[in-house]
């Protein structure tokens, strides 16, 4: 397969490499900008289509909540299956 | 006049240059009026270097309008592209990056950092970079699991003979089975693709997995590669996009810009 470049097929990826990456230049001698993000983190959400910013981080520690709850659930199960099956 | 003077050191100090990216040449280029906001897009040079640039207020670039920040970024990748096609060897800078003062403070920088910069440009020499992302279809992956596995298999036959409320919870259980089977897939297949994909590439940069609207993703991969070997590369994702339940999104080339910060 062929790589593609296309500008609206990529812009996130572009994005995620000209926002994240790229050569920094030691803080005293470039224009700071204290502590606010250059582009806003709604901004960026916007840019990238909300859906796609939501990182994996994210939804694992959303996954890990309901996980613990589902393994609660199945011990109950397996206490009751042993119970049918007798 | 010394008001005059006055003003005019104000305005020197308020003056800055953009940089888009570093080459391993000395060479003066004006490429025209290129760059954000139509600035004129020049190089600056020092001892086989050069920074491309544009002349701008020492004040970064910020703005909540949406479609003005969407130009400005596709802008400063336009003028890489650009850049690029003229040299071999780029080194982009990350956006938004302003040099405080005049041409002397760039010359000033590029002295400073000059062995830092002249290894990171030996680093990506005649290589670019590509994106590699790596998709599964959850649904598709999952049945074949489930239809394997004997746990699954058993609660299923189970499900029917049992009442409402247990046929719930053996529904959570086989979604709980399913899921940890899931992540022992992925981490397995992760390997596997990893390592068809290394072979083909000099470095790789590990990105994190973002979530997709219906797709998951399974692997987010920078790779720089030698000029001359992504048809390779190429092929052996092909093999990959072809597995049934498996796509493949392949971006570039791009500057290396997953490849040039320090370390």
Known sequence: MKPIRNKNVTFVDLLDRVLDKGLVINADIIVSVADIPLIGINLRAALAGMETMLEYGVMEEWDKTLRNIAIKERKKIEEKAVEVVV | ?263
Request: positive net charge.
């Open chain 2, 1 to 263: 006049m010394e008001q005059e003077i006055q003003q005019k050191l104000g305005e020197e100090t308020k003056e800055g240059r953009y940089v888009y990216c570093i080459v391993d040449k000395s060479k003066s280029i004006k490429f025209g009026r290129i760059g954000i906001e139509n600035n004129e897009v020049y190089t600056i040079t020092h001892k086989g270097l050069c920074a491309v640039v544009h002349n701008c207020k020492s004040q970064a670039y910020i703005s909540d309008n949406e479609e003005m920040v969407k130009d400005w970024i596709k802008t400063h990748q336009n003028v890489i592209d650009i850049v690029s096609e003229k040299f071999n060897t780029v080194v982009p800078l990350t956006f938004d990056i302003i040099v405080k003062g005049s041409n002397k403070d760039v010359v000033d920088w590029l002295r400073k950092d000059y062995e830092r910069l002249k290894r990171t440009l030996k680093k990506v020499k005649d290589k670019q970079e590509f994106g590699i992302q790596i998709f599964w279809d959850e649904e598709k992956i999952g049945e074949k699991i489930a239809g394997v596995n004997q746990e699954i298999q058993n609660l299923k036959k189970g499900i029917k003979k049992v009442s409402q409320g247990e046929a719930y919870f053996y529904k959570n259980t086989i979604e709980t089975i399913l899921k940890k089977e899931m992540e022992e897939k992925a981490d397995e297949y992760f390997k596997k693709f990893y390592n068809m994909i290394r072979e083909h590439v000099n470095n790789t940069k590990i990105d994190k997995l973002k979530k997709e609207k219906d797709k998951q993703m399974l692997m987010n991969l920078s790779c720089l590669i030698h000029k001359n070997k992504v048809k390779k590369l190429g092929a052996e994702l092909e093999k990959i996009n072809r597995l049934d339940g498996f796509s493949v999104k392949f971006t570039g080339p791009w500057p290396p810009y997953s490849f040039v910060s320090p370390g």
